[in-house]
């Protein structure tokens, strides 16, 4: 399965770099440019080799991304809450200066992702969000065998798929970008019972004609 996976555009809370982890931020104006951007370079895409979805995290700012993209392909937005962001718990709406401060020892464990079962600040501990993100992977994989799809999600979701691609660990500090908008492209399929993926292309914005936010964490 080739899969495009589309950050969302960027919103409010990204232009002041805070957390938005579950909160329902919408896009701003540049975000919905750049929706309408990526939509209008996945329709020459989708002329070339058609797509035969388009899913997205059920959050706003990935709905209001993947239904500019869905609209220039002319296909439905299918919604999948297993693509949602993780879950921040207190450090939601803060920005990483404002969370050091509130709970430092905490903050430090989310940024460090040194324990994947830890749940800092109420946080969603890590190894639940990839348990939830490969289970759904792994269906979708067996429902669209060869297909291409289009996948609209969010910068930590696009983290642990980029790691996975890698061979990279989950914890330790992130080493490549995730811009708001951006394209990231792998290959999934399913080797003796397991999800086995592949790098195609990584942080793509030349779709885009103005400067995109990298994620936070």
């Excluded at 232009?15 to 750049?34: K, T, V």
């Excluded at 324990?115 to 289970?135: W, Y």
């Excluded at 708001?180 to 993926?197: F, K, P, R, T």
Aim: charged share 25%; with cysteine.
């Amino acid at each position: 399965m080739r899969c495009c996976i589309v950050r969302h555009g960027e919103t409010p809370w990204n232009a002041e770099r805070r957390l938005q982890g579950h909160q329902d931020i919408p896009l701003n104006a540049l975000g919905l440019a750049q929706a309408r951007a990526a939509g209008t370079y996945l329709k020459e895409k989708h002329r070339q080799s058609c797509f035969s979805a388009v899913i997205s995290s059920d959050l706003l700012r990935a709905r209001q991304t993947a239904e500019a993209v869905g609209a220039a392909l002319a296909l439905p937005v299918e919604l999948a809450p297993a693509l949602r962001e993780r879950h921040y718990g207190d450090f939601e709406g803060k920005t990483p200066a404002d969370a050091a401060i509130f709970a430092p020892r905490d903050y430090e464990a989310l940024v460090s992702r040194a324990d994947l079962a830890a749940a800092p600040g109420a946080a969603e501990p890590l190894v639940a969000m990839v348990s939830r993100i490969e289970n759904y992977l792994m269906d979708l994989v067996k429902t669209h065998g060869g297909d291409r799809v289009i996948l609209v999600t969010h910068g930590g979701v696009l983290d642990v798929l980029y790691r996975r691609a890698m061979g990279r660990e989950l914890t330790g500090p992130r080493d490549a970008p995730i811009p708001n908008a951006g394209m990231n492209w792998l290959d999934l399929d399913i080797n003796q019972g397991h999800l086995h993926w592949t790098m195609v292309a990584w942080g793509q914005t030349e779709h885009l004609i103005d400067a995109s936010l990298d994620e936070i964490l």
